[in-house]
Each structure stands twice: as structure tokens, then as C-alpha cells.
């Protein structure tokens, strides 16, 4: 038989990738906290129209992407692609809506059908912040700042750039969508056949097109500076200013968009040069409308979602892998002392292994390999006069240690012998 494949586009998390993504989903989650974000874990699937009346039908997500299936009842269902959407859900049909507002954290797998690439799965996991029930620029601010502190801590803040814009109100963008459809329709007959049904549905995704063609005329397109009106510019200023008081240096990248209908004011992407054109790290905006769309009322919303994976690649070194304390038992020793020996540390904390099989030299060359810190040798000698030897592995230092000392302060011991301690 042929050896079973992981499907295309998924992977393993095992070693070095496993500890590069606890540490970015720890991390992330420490900071959140700092910031007064709670954790929130959502299904991994939900009813379609979650994702669909969410991303929109012109999306290429919801039309090309989406992972959607019938259940054995007919329900159509989709693993879902994004968390903000499966988030708003929830805090619809857990009725917080009257508890605004709610700042919530979330970490998990996504699942999208697009050509894998460095750095893109069709199962990745995101780490995202949603701050929901607070019109104002300090919301907006808060979120950015925790993003970047998040960054911050990974040590990657350094590599990425952090690019403003603002899509403005109802108002503004209703005059800005009137003008960009008036400008691209003087072009139909140069447009892309998928801008060309975009410019009939949701016009201003003509903006994120990837076609040659499309681009060029992008270039000339109306700005949505121009329709700003001036409370939605009173937002962008207040903004700024705030992030200014945050100390966080900004770009104002104007072709920063979102197309849909509840995204409005805010919109912003950290990006990096060093992950070659997969260069977005953590994107995200205000979508004042969205709760609306999930069956609540109009909440006030802003976000922000990042790719473990993207991140884990930034990293300059990979967290150590943790050190063992390895029992290698010598002759026979009696196995009920040898299991509480073994409890006793593990419930101080010490992170203990045992050499199953074997002669010495074979468990002293698999303690090596298991990068223990400390070897403990165990047989009937030692329990009976209740003192033990510890090696440390670095330093071939050993030290007779009672059992007393042991089972009581094991941590200073390890410090004490060799200088190394088990994680």
C-alpha cells in the first residue's frame, strides 16, 4: 500500500513548527489579556448564510473558496473560512448584545480552497481581536495598538509596516461608489469579465482586482478622499492623532479597501518584504453593520485577524525545545517507589520522563537524545538508603541527593547541579 498523504494544501504541526505556533498563539493570547480581551471559541463549522450574507456573494471566499457541504438533515454547512463572522454570531445568539461592550480574542484553524503557496493552506490557523460596541477613534486605536504590541512581543515589529486608510460613513461611501461607478462605466469595454459583474453588484472590489488591465485604470479612479464628509473626516483625524499619542508610526495606503457594505471608516494591514508577495501579516477594520446582517442590531465594530503560519515564519529562532529530567532505573528497583518518585516531581512542576528498556548505556543514549537537563539514577541501592544520583547532561557534574530534597524542592536541586534546569 501506498503511505497515506496529508490532503494538499494541510499540514502537520509537529517539533519546531508545533512550538514556533504555541509561542505566536500564546503570546497573542497574553497580550490580548493585557488589553482586556476574553477568549471566545466558536464551531468549527456553522450554518452557510453565517459566511455567505457575511462576505457576500461577489466575494471570492463565498464563490471560489468556501469548504460547504449538505448534512445528512440537508443543512448546508461551511467550515468557516474566517472568525469574525462566526464571532458576531455568537455574541448574537448568546444575546450580549445588550452587554456592550465585549472585547473577545479567538485562536483557531480556517479552512479555504485556493492554491497553497509559502505561507497559505487550505486549513491555516488565525489568531484575530474583535472590540465590539465602541463607536469611537480610541476603539479603532486600541485594536491597531494591540496588534502591534502582539507584533512587539513576537520580536517581528521590526520587518512589518502598518498601512491607514479609511473607507469613511454611509454617506461618504455611498457618494464615493456613485462616482466609481460613473468613472469604471466609461471603461466597461476594458474591464475584467469578473469586474465587469462587479461593477452591477459591489463596485468598489473592482478596486482589490488583480487583472493588468483593471489596474491601470484603477490608478485614475476617484478618491474616496474627495467624498468625505466632515464627520467621517473628523473620524480619520481623530484616528490619526490617537495613534500618534499610542507612538505607532502608520502609512496612509488609500488602496487599502474593503468592499462590503458594514465596513466602513477604519481599514488597515500590517505587511512585511520578507514573505515575498504573500507580504499581509494581520489585517483588519470597523464593520459597524455586520451584528446587523447576523439578526442583532446595529453594533459598532472593530477588528482584526492574523496568520499564525505568516507570523511563525518571522520569527528570527524557534522557541527552545523543552528539557527533560530522564529516571533511568538501575537493575530492578521496586516499581511502586519508582512511581511516586516520578509523581512526586511532576507535581512540583518538573517536566520527568523514564528509560523504559534497555541496558544503562542504551537509556543514558536515549536521555541524550531526548535533550534531557538531568539524569536520576534509580535502583535498589539508592531507595534503600533513600538518596539518589543526578547527572546533569551538560556538564557531566553528578551529586548525591536525598529523597527528603528530592520530593521537596526538586527545582533547586536541578539549579544547583550543573546549573540547568527541566522546563
Known amino acids: 500500500m501506498s503511505t497515506i498523504q496529508p490532503v494538499r494544501g494541510t499540514h502537520d504541526l509537529i517539533g519546531e513548527e508545533q512550538r514556533r505556533y504555541t509561542h505566536v498563539v500564546s503570546t497573542a493570547r497574553h497580550i490580548a489579556g493585557l488589553y482586556g480581551f476574553d477568549e471566545w471559541s466558536t464551531p468549527i463549522f456553522e450554518d452557510t448564510k453565517v459566511f455567505s450574507r457575511s462576505l457576500g456573494d461577489t466575494s471570492d471566499v463565498v464563490s471560489k473558496e468556501m469548504y460547504s457541504f449538505s448534512d445528512r438533515d440537508g443543512e448546508s454547512l461551511t467550515l468557516r473560512p474566517e472568525g469574525t463572522a462566526a464571532i458576531c454570531r455568537a455574541l448574537v445568539t448568546n444575546g450580549l448584545t445588550q452587554s456592550l461592550p465585549q472585547k473577545v480574542f479567538y485562536a483557531g484553524p480556517m479552512f479555504r480552497h485556493e492554491r497553497p503557496q509559502k505561507g497559505r493552506y487550505r486549513q491555516f490557523h488565525q489568531i484575530g481581536a474583535e472590540l465590539m460596541g465602541a463607536a469611537e477613534p480610541l476603539a479603532d486605536a486600541e485594536a491597531i495598538a494591540l496588534g502591534h504590541q502582539v507584533l512587539m512581543a513576537l520580536g517581528v515589529a521590526e520587518h512589518v509596516t502598518l498601512e491607514l486608510n479609511t473607507l469613511g460613513d454611509t454617506a461618504s461611501r455611498d457618494a464615493w461608489r456613485a462616482a466609481l461607478v460613473s468613472y469604471f462605466s466609461g471603461y466597461k469595454d476594458r474591464l475584467s469579465e469578473e469586474s465587469r459583474i462587479r461593477l452591477e453588484k459591489n463596485p468598489l472590489r473592482i478596486l482589490d482586482s488583480k487583472d493588468a488591465g483593471d489596474r491601470s485604470l484603477v490608478a485614475d479612479a476617484p478618491m474616496m478622499e474627495e467624498f468625505l464628509t466632515p464627520e467621517a473626516r473628523t473620524f480619520?483625524?481623530?484616528?490619526?492623532?490617537?495613534?500618534?499619542?499610542?507612538?505607532?508610526?502608520?502609512?496612509?495606503?488609500?488602496?487599502?479597501?474593503?468592499?462590503?457594505?458594514?465596513?466602513?471608516?477604519?481599514?488597515?494591514?500590517?505587511?512585511?518584504?520578507?514573505l515575498g508577495s504573500q507580504g499581509t501579516v494581520m489585517a483588519g477594520g470597523r464593520y459597524d453593520g455586520l451584528v446587523q446582517q447576523m439578526g442583532g442590531p446595529e453594533v459598532p465594530s472593530i477588528g482584526w485577524a492574523a496568520g499564525v503560519?505568516?507570523?511563525?515564519?518571522?520569527?528570527?529562532?524557534?522557541?527552545?525545545?523543552?528539557?527533560?529530567?530522564?529516571?533511568?532505573?538501575?537493575?530492578?528497583?521496586?516499581?511502586?517507589?519508582?512511581?511516586?518518585?516520578?509523581?512526586?516531581?511532576?507535581?512540583?512542576?518538573?517536566?520527568?520522563?523514564?528509560?523504559?528498556?534497555?541496558?544503562?548505556?542504551?537509556?543514558?543514549?536515549?536521555?541524550g537524545k531526548q535533550n534531557a537537563s538531568h539524569v536520576i539514577f534509580l535502583g535498589e541501592d539508592e531507595l534503600a538508603k533513600g538518596a539518589f544520583r543526578v547527572k546533569a547532561m551538560e556538564t557531566g557534574q553528578e551529586e548525591e541527593v536525598s529523597r527528603e530534597r528530592l520530593l521537596s524542592n526538586a527545582k533547586a536541586v536541578f539549579a544547583g547541579v550543573g546549573g540547568s534546569t527541566a522546563q
Open 309 to 367: 503560519e505568516r507570523l511563525s515564519m518571522l520569527l528570527d529562532a524557534s522557541p527552545a525545545a523543552p528539557r527533560s529530567v530522564v529516571i533511568v532505573p538501575v537493575g530492578s528497583p521496586d516499581e511502586k517507589a519508582l512511581f511516586q518518585i516520578l509523581q512526586g516531581l511532576r507535581r512540583q512542576g518538573v517536566r520527568v520522563e523514564i528509560g523504559y528498556r534497555g541496558s544503562l548505556r542504551k537509556r543514558m543514549e536515549r536521555a
Open 236 to 274: 480619520w483625524d481623530d484616528l490619526r492623532r490617537t495613534l500618534d499619542g499610542f507612538g505607532i508610526e502608520y502609512k496612509v495606503n488609500t488602496s487599502i479597501v474593503r468592499g462590503l457594505d458594514y465596513y466602513n471608516h477604519t481599514t488597515f494591514e500590517f505587511v512585511t518584504s520578507k
